[in-house]
């Protein structure tokens, strides 16, 4: 089974608008974290926003913030006052456990392509 | 802080031919991270090495091979290369800690690698 669905391959949204970028996943392990990230055209891959599982409150940053529903195991990232620059691929990833000294493998979900139109 | 740093951008080898992909960052981070990343895919993780001295398989780790050289600088090594290498690969780091902290990973810009 995939460990996180990205069902939407490619969204549109008008500038200014607000957007929101669908994520599920699959752990059956009671910590863990969510992480978003934005891959521009030019290719990098830039952190955007972390929900750990414990968290009581969703998290936000600046124009980011995550839809976190525990139950249903989505964490779906929300863009408020879509801009220009925000066309990219993003992609939503989770690291499962907290072992201490363990290392933090990522498991990435396939990506949606954001197009903010003029 | 140059963070992670990759060698080459870009490559093109000849099926059968080797190479090593370079990756060193100055974040003094424990952990390091090789991932490929496909048309269409998100990253698939190859090797990872959770501190100075030590290397584990990850998703796709055949055809490959690792050396975490220092607390630095992690390489990823095709001894034959095929042309079902051909993808782009990051190189990342984070710090290893305890608890839910975020610790998120740090990505290079990337080799392009074709195998023809």
């Known amino acids: 089974a995939q460990k996180i669905t990205q069902t939407q391959p490619g969204m549109f949204v008008q500038e200014k608008e607000a957007v929101t970028l669908d994520c599920t996943y699959d752990?059956?392990?009671?910590?863990?974290?969510l992480f978003w990230y934005k891959q521009p055209s030019s290719g990098e891959m830039i952190f955007l926003i972390y929900?750990?599982?414990?968290?009581?409150q969703n998290a936000t940053e600046g124009r980011y913030s995550l839809n976190f529903q525990k139950a249903r195991k989505s964490a779906n990232l929300v863009i408020s006052a879509s801009q220009l620059g925000d066309s990219a691929m993003y992609f939503c990833?989770?690291?499962?456990?907290?072992?201490?000294?363990?290392?933090?493998?990522?498991?990435f979900g396939s990506g949606t392509q954001l197009t903010v139109l003029p | 802080n140059a963070g992670v740093t990759q060698t080459p951008k870009f490559q093109v080898l000849k099926t059968g031919q080797s190479m090593t992909l370079q990756c060193a960052q100055d974040?003094?981070?424990?952990?390091m991270y090789w991932y490929r990343q496909d048309p269409g895919m998100g990253l698939r993780l190859i090797y990872y090495?959770?501190?100075?001295?030590?290397?584990d398989k990850g998703e796709v780790p055949n055809g490959y091979n690792v050396s975490r050289l220092n607390k630095r600088e992690f390489s990823l090594r095709l001894e034959s290369a095929a042309p079902s290498q051909t993808s782009v690969y990051f190189c990342?780091?984070?710090?290893?800690?305890?608890?839910?902290?975020?610790?998120?990973?740090?990505f290079g810009p990337g080799t392009r690698l074709t195998v023809t």
């Open positions: 090495s959770a501190s100075e001295g030590t290397t």
């Open positions: 974040m003094n981070h424990n952990s």
């Open positions: 990342a780091s984070s710090e290893r800690g305890t608890g839910s902290i975020s610790y998120e990973q740090y």
């Open positions: 990833a989770m690291r499962e456990g907290e072992r201490p000294g363990s290392a933090r493998q990522l498991t």
């Open positions: 752990t059956s392990d009671p910590s863990y974290g």
């Open positions: 929900q750990g599982s414990y968290d009581q």
